[in-house]
């Protein structure tokens, strides 16, 4: 052998004496676990629970409740429809161009404060995006087109055109409070 070989057989030989010293220290005594699982064998096995005697469900019947729960007039709100189970009439204008506050939810918008010049008073609405507007009463803000109808020191009312369950649009009054 030559001294270059020699160099390189020593650092393989140091990592199989070194694994098999550590494998050695794996080598315990189990005596004392093989008699543990052996006894666990020996033990009488215990019976499955039966399963439980299941009572049959008697149905109740309410007295003087004969309508059908699929019946649509339940859905309507007579506040919100023309008539029972008829289509809403508000109009909306198509022709209309969007203003900017239209483009966000109406609970997304903050009134954070008014303010009145030459006998109109403005209201100062806050974006979701930290941006302060001004309207007045005339304007149009959240997604269902609400028209902003009274504006007063501590509110915004406004009257929003909602689609109803039967295929119109009702009308529906809604406000915006001065929040700190």
Avoid at 2 to 19: D, E
Avoid at 58 to 77: L, W
Avoid at 132 to 156: A, C, D, K, L, W
Wanted: net charge negative; proline share 9%.
């Amino acid at each position: 052998m030559t001294p270059s070989s020699k160099r390189t057989v020593w650092p393989g030989l140091a990592v199989v004496l070194i694994g098999a010293a550590l494998l050695t220290g794996c080598t315990q005594d189990s005596r004392d676990l093989e008699q543990y699982i052996a006894e666990i064998h020996e033990r009488p096995g215990s019976g499955i629970e039966p399963i439980p005697t299941l009572v049959p469900h008697e149905p109740y019947r309410y007295p003087g409740h004969t309508r059908s729960p699929f019946d649509s007039s339940v859905i309507a709100q007579p506040e919100l429809a023309a008539a029972e189970g008829q289509p809403g009439d508000a109009e909306l204008d198509p022709d209309r161009p969007r203003e900017f506050l239209e483009g966000f939810p109406l609970d997304s918008l903050r009134m954070v404060g008014s303010l009145e010049q030459h006998g109109v008073r403005f209201a100062l609405v806050r974006t979701p995006d930290r941006g302060i507007q001004r309207v007045t009463e005339g304007n149009y803000m959240g997604q269902n087109h609400g028209e902003i109808v009274e504006i007063t020191p501590t509110r915004i009312h406004l009257v929003e055109v909602v689609p109803d369950a039967f295929g119109g649009h009702v009308e529906r009054e809604s406000s915006l409070a001065l929040t700190d």
